[in-house]
């Protein structure tokens, strides 16, 4: 990214999931069908070898850096940096584990329609990553040189593909649930469950697309403290909203009522100019 070259990732993680398939094929079906291990196994060695490619290209481009040890005020920087994106994402796997739990108070059917709509979920989730990968790479330059003018711009540029993105995704989601579970599962009763739980999923997709790209800013922004206050006060609110659920549809509407509260706080925080993005935004200092 750092870069701008988008092609060259793109090439090599076509060729690592060609890898992941063959992988899968050979571990799984045949010869050694090894099952989900091998499933696993297939999945980590595309990931190292996919690695391993985009290491070799940074060294042809000369931007590999010699392997040393760290000095300390450099481990300082990392974890300044490391930490808190540490504590924000055990939060939000910390979100996920609720769901699972709750979904399986509610029955093997129940769960079983979980699975796919929470893989389509995550699925279509990341759609929304580039959006915040550009908040990212775009945002800090324009932050350092407290150029309104230029923030503005970008962040309603981005903001805009955000919400054409968040509508066109969560659709296509929607239609995935309700027209096509068929290529997931064979069992009636399941696929009922995935059609009901479709309308939550959709409006899942589209808050969490909107809110991957309003947390793009903030990260930009190292906006670190209110980011990891904010995650767990959502945290918890979604653990309790998840521990009342009955139905799938709740617990999706729980995770995006969790979403939905973090990019309002979000947005109010930035309105009314704290933080290094609202600062900006609204002349303070």
Do not use: W
């Not at 060259?8 to 571990?27: E, F, H, T, Y």
């Not at 955000?162 to 995704?169: C, K, N, P, Q, T």
């Not at 309002?264 to 009314?272: E, G, K, N, Y």
């Amino acid at each position: 990214l750092a870069t701008r070259d988008a092609v060259s990732p793109l090439k090599i993680i076509g060729l690592a999931a060609i890898v992941n398939v063959i992988g899968d094929s050979l571990l799984c079906v045949y010869p050694l069908r090894l099952g989900c291990p091998g499933a696993a196994a297939a999945t980590a060695f595309a990931t190292v070898f996919s690695s391993a490619f985009m290491l070799r290209d940074l060294a042809k481009k000369k931007l590999l850096p010699e392997i040393s040890l760290p000095k300390l005020d450099q481990l300082k920087e990392l974890f300044g940096y490391v930490g808190p994106l540490f504590i924000i994402t055990i939060a939000r796997l910390t979100g996920f584990i609720s769901m699972q739990r709750a979904a399986m108070r509610c029955g093997v059917k129940p769960l079983a329609a979980y699975q796919i709509c929470v893989n389509c979920l995550i699925f279509f989730l990341l759609f929304g990553e580039p959006l915040s990968q550009l908040h990212q790479t775009k945002l800090p330059a324009l932050l350092d040189d407290n150029d309104k003018e230029a923030t503005l711009i970008t962040m309603k540029s981005v903001l805009t593909l955000a919400l054409y993105a968040s509508v066109g995704v969560g659709t296509v989601s929607f239609a995935a649930l309700t027209l096509g579970n068929g290529f997931f599962t064979s069992d009636m009763a399941v696929r009922e469950i995935i059609r009901n739980t479709a309308p939550s999923v959709c409006i899942a997709v589209m808050t969490a697309i909107m809110t991957v790209c309003i947390d793009g800013a903030m990260l930009a922004a190292r906006d670190f403290s209110f980011i990891i206050l904010l995650g767990l006060i959502t945290c918890v609110m979604q653990l309790y909203l998840s521990s009342k659920c009955t139905t799938l549809t709740g617990i999706f509407l729980a995770f995006a009522l969790r979403l939905g509260t973090y990019s309002f706080a979000t947005i109010v925080r930035v309105a009314s100019g704290h933080g290094a993005l609202g600062k900006v935004l609204m002349n303070r200092k």
